[in-house]
């Protein structure tokens, strides 16, 4: 008798640098059994010198191939530096397709905050000041940045992080994982 396929999850994690992507991600982590997540910077490897995410290279969003029940993505830009092709959040339906193609349940949560607050986040999280980084926030505000589900045709949940703590943000996450695998529904679009 076959056994029924389990429900595989991808969870994108979206927002500007020092919103708490990351510690969400290792929260959200720590709640899976071992050896059934994997987490994924979709930020990393644009750069000429790893040369990861690059067109010409073959294995372009090979890392989204991957046998874990969890897959949980986090992009804040996702784009060249140069911004010389469209990159993760410009083209999101090329890596996007890819989750589909697993069969992965597909849910984006966009984590946000005011400015003020996410400047406070930042400060205290960069030592010596202010990286520059207060641009990518400014991004969010385009077009691309904003048109990301409608583009990549996934549901995107907001989650305003300004009075909630990490651990907060990761259990809503969570609470969402759990229903969507008791229930067995799909949620992406």
């Not at 396929?5 to 969400?24: E, F, N, Q, T, Y």
């Not at 996702?78 to 090329?94: H, L, Y």
Request: proline letters at 5%; aromatic letters at 10%; glycine letters at 6%.
């Amino acid at each position: 008798m076959n056994e029924p396929r389990r429900r595989r999850h991808a969870i994108i994690l979206r927002g500007p640098p020092a919103i708490g992507k990351s510690c969400v991600t290792r929260l959200l982590i720590a709640k899976i059994p071992c050896g059934q997540s994997k987490w994924i910077d979709l930020d990393d490897g644009w750069g000429k010198a790893q040369n990861k995410r690059y067109p010409s290279r073959e294995g372009r969003y090979a890392d989204l191939k991957t046998p874990e029940d969890f897959l949980i993505l986090e992009l804040c830009c996702g784009e060249p530096g140069d911004c010389s092709f469209s990159g993760a959040t410009r083209n999101p339906r090329e890596w996007v397709s890819i989750l589909e193609n697993e069969r992965r349940e597909i849910r984006a949560f966009l984590l946000w905050t005011d400015l003020d607050t996410w400047r406070r986040r930042l400060l205290k999280k960069e030592k010596g000041g202010d990286p520059g980084a207060e641009q990518y926030y400014k991004l969010f505000e385009r077009d691309e940045w904003k048109n990301f589900p409608q583009v990549a045709c996934v549901r995107e949940e907001y989650i305003d992080t300004t009075m909630l703590t990490e651990e907060e943000v990761a259990n809503r996450i969570w609470e969402w994982a759990t229903a969507a695998r008791q229930s067995g529904h799909s949620s992406s679009s």
